[in-house]
């Protein structure tokens, strides 16, 4: 990889590598040695740097804090024959800058972007774990720095990468409940945005949602909530009527990086796919009539995430037990997708991309680099 950008690197002298169960990775608790850093300093993005994860100070003036100029991306990297890759991670630069575009934020240049965490996922690869359904997960993200209480775009900005290893982020299939009360998103709104405002409203129905006995709640359309839109953490898909479906993407939700690799996967594999509006209706309808075979979520962190049961108002529409003869599809997806990024199938579409040569070995003594498999 062509190095462009004169990123410099301080390295950890107390690595957490040692204190991490491999065995047990909740999702989201452990956090690899170290992070990306640049900063916009209203003109340009400058002062690329890795160094070691930490706490950053931040003024209680922050803008981002109060009126939430916040972004962020979900991105994972495995291991082929012991070298880190990273899955569809120039789409993930693009959609960030989608995002910033959204929030009024500046876009931050994806060679940059796709330089920095090459570095990191490099340096840090001995986090990324091997057993099935793990990975390293990737968090970018930017935020507001400017120290003022107006409402206005802030003039500078912070941009981080950090990562951590992670096991399934739904170990079991999921209950939903049909949200009818709160919205997610209007059309016009940042629903498509990855902002971070999105997941904070997000956050009562879900609490409510769990007290209720379900795993979380199906967003509907905030107009006549009756189309179904996704699930906050996951893209949907069901297998109904011979066909799958999945909710178009109007502006209202996520574009799903996973979601849209789904569907070329699947019109290659010969079904029929729907990309289209989907109400909970037509649904119950296909469940009433026997012939809704499967749901499921798709997304980064979730992967292929069963749904057990559907709740919509009074009624609960109860999917087949979870096994590979009742949910060919989402098996045959999950599968495939996990094979393909542990380089056990082709990579016909060139979705992963290597971390070799990324320029972190001239960073390292000869210890630190003969450590370094
Ligand atoms: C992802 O799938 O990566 C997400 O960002 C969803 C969630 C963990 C916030």
């Not at 920095?116 to 091997?130: N, S, T």
């Not at 109007?250 to 019109?267: M, P, V, Y």
């Amino acid at each position: 990889m062509a190095v462009k950008y004169p990123i410099s690197v301080t390295l950890t002298d107390r690595s957490k590598l040692a204190t991490v169960d491999f065995s047990n990775i909740p999702f989201g608790k452990v956090i690899s040695d170290h992070m990306f850093v640049a900063d916009y300093d209203g003109k340009q993005w400058v002062n690329p740097r890795i160094e070691p994860y930490q706490n950053l100070s931040l003024a209680p003036s922050n803008l981002a804090l109060h009126y939430g100029q916040s972004i962020f991306e979900g991105m994972k990297a495995t291991k082929i024959n012991g070298e880190p890759v990273l899955f569809r991670a120039d789409q993930h630069a693009r959609r960030l800058n989608l995002s910033a575009e959204r929030m009024c934020m500046p876009a931050i240049p994806e060679d940059l972007f796709l330089q920095g965490l090459k570095m990191l996922v490099d340096l840090d690869r001995a986090f990324i774990p091997e057993a099935d359904d793990h990975a390293l997960y990737i968090r970018p993200m930017m935020f507001a720095t400017d120290e003022y209480f107006g409402v206005h775009a802030s003039e500078k900005y912070k941009f981080i990468i950090f990562t951590g290893p992670v096991g399934p982020y739904y170990p079991t299939p999921v209950r939903l409940w049909v949200e009818e009360v709160f919205t997610r998103a209007a059309q016009g709104g940042a629903g498509e945005a990855k902002c971070a405002g999105n997941y904070g409203s997000s956050l009562l129905p879900a609490q409510r949602a769990k007290k209720a006995g379900y795993d979380q709640v199906m967003w509907m359309d905030a107009v006549e909530k009756k189309y179904v839109q996704e699930v906050g953490t996951m893209n949907l898909f069901f297998v109904m009527d011979g066909k799958i479906i999945t909710p178009a993407t109007t502006g209202t939700i996520l574009r799903g990086i996973t979601r849209e690799s789904f569907i070329t996967l699947l019109k290659e594999w010969g079904y029929t796919v729907e990309d289209r509006l989907l109400s909970i209706a037509e649904i119950a309808d296909a469940y009433w009539r026997g012939s809704l075979q499967e749901c499921f979520g798709a997304g980064t962190a979730a992967v292929v995430s069963h749904i057990s049961d559907i709740t919509w108002r009074d009624r609960k529409l109860e999917l087949s037990p979870v096994n590979e003869q009742n949910r060919p599809v989402a098996f045959r997806l999950k599968k495939h997708i996990n094979r393909l990024r542990m380089g056990l199938e082709p990579d016909t579409h060139g979705w992963l991309s290597s971390c070799a040569n990324s320029g972190i070995l001239e960073f390292m003594d000869e210890k630190q680099q003969a450590l370094h498999v």
